[in-house]
């Protein structure tokens, strides 16, 4: 391994790579300086714009930074940092895309700020757009012992495949790719565009269970699947063979019907499929073929940083727990098992009680960069569930990891629990949102404060969106919550019954939407019904898999009126 | 209207794209609609001088395909610069029915989208009058990397080995 791939665990660019993202600078500072002469409309500027992650907003113009499948550097987290405390106010805001928001930015700056990215290698390439947007995967990658298939290697190479495509860049709509490369799927795969299961058959071969038409939005599907199989070199002639029948007969008449599960969704599933296999069975071969070289060596770009030959036990480790129970506590939901003897996976949670979900402060980022450097060789994770990811802890270091992350307000342990709320940016800052999404969030956190109570109703997601949109995948939580507008009032409609895991599931609206003083004594109120219900080691799912919708429906509008 | 190629060079016309309602000329290179074509095809197909097809937005490359032989140019409308559906036809008349004749885009296309219709196997752009050419040569040599394989540089297979298209 040369000098030039750097680290271990972590795509590094080479040269070609860095070329081309200082061009794509170059690129759009050409294309602000056409829109300022009026060489480019509005309307023309404005895609281009957005494929390089740049919206304007109710305030300001807003910033979202790729953050590919999740994975950063401790240098490019630092950066993160520095330009969240020259260019906006100190913050940032790690989104359910695994991407990086800032939300007060100054369209003059945006050239330099994506040059000070390009010099760390990251940059805002399609992260927003009718084209292919960031590939999102499990925060896990690479490290979790239920892992099947590192799904970085391929998240790499949909990455580069995906990049400025010629076909696909002015698509009928945005294209949302997710792969999980371990049965538990941690991705959501199947409300996606297309949701990839990489997975091995009985001959140890890879391929991919490939999932189509998933989304959330204003009309909520689970993906169906689109072949049980389809072998590792095939992967991209079929992902192309999708792309080229929706970009044909996707809608572009109305752009609420204008995603892939639209186009499924009317054409039936049976059909949309014909058309796919008569383009796969034309494009598929040699051209189109995956080179196993080439698989090759983005793995070895991805192979595990160098761990230590430990012991599974860890006696340290072990005692610790004992004698400390806020660290048993924390170990308890916010860690996840290692694949290496004598490791362990760490969750940083953004979800501090009634803190903004996934915002952290530039010294935040920079304390997790320098913990990332001191404890897990240098690499950091964002979770779609808006939480940071050191991945490769050793179990005899994680107490004093723990104590360093208190510091910090980085230690809430609540991953999984009521409090680890998912939530959009909302109307405090989106210009679609119908209403805040923030203050709910805050004001359920705070209203289930109390630490051992939330691990008393144990595993229970919470998601609030501020409008249909449903940026914060509000149909898939066990509790959803939606913004809507009631003639300039914000109300929030409630459903129970979503599932964004391998069994994914649209949640059911429950009865009419809630006042927003009236939403977190209304989700109190749903826990209540639950824990009345509970039977030994059920989840909130399980019982209202159980018992029904009605007994909540009841017990909310008893509780409401 | 100027005409660039593929290389970004301008180029002189030689072809008149004929509204439904204008008789066809005997000679002279003429682009007619795909509905004239369907609807005249056998007078069409025997006259002796060049003769092209307009695809409207939503029309499939196979369409034309039993025609390809007789058809100089195929012209691709772009009603609204977003409408990427094009990008597939060009790609699908090159690459699945081995078209070897112009494509040409027209209507509304940017300079911005120059470098990935010629990727997609487009020879000419239609522009408007009012373009500055400069910028859309520039265009081309912007990004010099690709990192998949489009019909430009058909030889090597899909290989995600990052190659210079400028």
């Known amino acids: ?372 450097d001191r404890y897990s060789f240098g690499e950091i994770r964002v979770a779609h569930e808006q939480n940071l990811v050191l991945a490769h802890v050793r179990k005899d270091a994680l107490h004093a990891l723990w104590t360093e992350l208190k510091a910090h307000d980085l230690a809430t342990p609540n991953i999984g629990l009521v409090s680890d709320i998912i939530a959009c940016p909302g109307l405090d800052y989106c210009a679609l949102a119908n209403a805040r999404a923030i203050p709910i969030a805050q004001g359920i956190s705070e209203r289930f404060a109390d630490l051992d109570r939330q691990l008393a109703i144990g595993d229970l997601s919470i998601n609030i969106s501020g409008c249909i949109n449903a940026c914060g995948h509000h149909h898939v939580a066990n509790i959803g919550i939606l913004g809507v507008d009631k003639k300039g009032v914000e109300f929030y409609q409630i459903t129970v019954g979503g599932n964004a895991g391998i069994d994914a599931a649209i949640g059911d609206i429950v009865g009419p939407a809630l006042p927003a003083e009236e939403v977190p004594a209304a989700i109190e109120a749903l826990v209540n019904v639950y824990l009345h219900y509970r039977k030994d080691g059920e989840r909130f799912i399980d019982t209202l898999g159980r018992i029904g919708i009605q007994p909540f429906k009841e017990t909310l509008y008893a509780a409401a009126a | 209207m100027p005409l660039l190629r593929e290389t970004g060079e301008a180029v002189a016309d030689a072809w008149t794209i004929l509204p439904d309602d204008r008789p066809v000329p005997a000679g002279g290179a003429v682009v007619v609609s795909l509905k004239r074509w369907r609807e005249e095809r056998e007078t069409l197909a025997g006259r002796d001088a060049p003769l092209g097809v307009l695809l409207p937005s939503g029309a499939l490359a196979s369409d034309v395909a039993p025609d390809l032989q007789r058809l100089g140019l195929i012209a691709l409308d772009f009603p609204k610069f977003r409408d990427g559906r094009g990008f597939t036809v060009a790609r699908e008349l090159r690459e699945r029915f081995g078209y070897t004749g112009e494509i040409r885009a027209t209507g509304h296309v940017i300079a911005d989208q120059f470098p990935l219709l010629v990727r997609c196997g487009v020879s000419t752009v239609q522009v408007p009058d009012t373009a500055k050419l400069d910028q859309w040569q520039a265009a081309l040599g912007t990004l010099t990397i690709a990192y998949q394989k489009a019909v430009a540089g058909e030889e090597l297979p899909l290989s995600l080995r990052r190659f210079k298209v400028a």
């Open chain 1, 1 to 372: 391994m040369t000098s030039s791939t750097g680290p271990v665990g972590l795509y590094q660019y080479d040269a070609v790579d860095r070329e081309f993202v200082h061009e794509r600078v170059e690129q759009f500072r050409g294309q602000v300086e056409r829109r300022l002469a009026g060489d480019l409309t509005e309307d023309e500027f404005k895609p281009l714009r957005l494929m390089n992650g740049l919206y304007l907003q109710l305030h300001a113009y807003m910033l979202r930074i790729a953050v590919p499948y999740g994975v950063l550097s401790s240098t490019q987290m630092r950066r993160l940092a520095h330009i969240g405390r020259v260019h906006d106010k100190g913050y940032g805001h790690f989104t359910t895309r695994q991407n990086l928001q800032f939300n007060w930015i100054k369209l003059a700056e945006t050239p330099d700020i994506l040059g000070e990215l390009a010099d760390v290698n990251m940059h805002a390439i399609q992260t927003s757009g009718n084209c292919i947007r960031n590939v999102t995967t499990d925060q896990f990658c690479g490290a979790a012992a239920d892992e099947v298939i590192d799904p970085r290697v391929y998240a790499e190479i949909l990455r580069q495949w995906s990049t400025n495509h010629p076909e696909f860049s002015f698509l009928p709509r945005k294209f949302k790719i997710a792969i999980s490369g371990s049965p538990a799927d941690r991705a959501a795969v199947k409300v996606h565009d297309i949701g990839l299961l990489a997975k091995r058959n009985a001959e140890d071969e890879v391929g991919f269970e490939v999932w189509v038409g998933g989304g959330l939005g204003r009309s909520p599907f689970v993906a169906k699947k689109a072949r049980d199989w389809v072998p590792e070199a095939d992967g991209l002639a079929y992902l192309e063979a999708i792309l080229r029948v929706y970009n044909q007969f996707g809608r572009r008449d109305n752009m609420y019907k204008a995603r892939i599960k639209i186009l499924v969704h009317e054409l039936g599933i049976e059909k949309f499929l014909t058309h796919v296999d008569a383009e796969f069975a034309r494009i598929r071969g040699p051209k189109f073929a995956l080179d196993p070289e080439l698989v090759a060596a983005i793995q070895a770009r991805f192979a595990p940083p160098p761990l230590a030959d430990l012991p599974g036990h860890c006696p340290e480790f072990e005692a610790a727990k004992a004698s400390d129970p806020a660290f048993a506590r924390w170990v308890a939901t916010n860690t996840v098992a290692h694949k290496a003897p004598g490791y362990i996976c760490a969750t940083l949670s953004l979800k501090p009680i009634g803190g903004i979900p996934g915002d952290a402060t530039s010294e935040q980022m920079e304390a997790v960069a320098d913990l990332a």
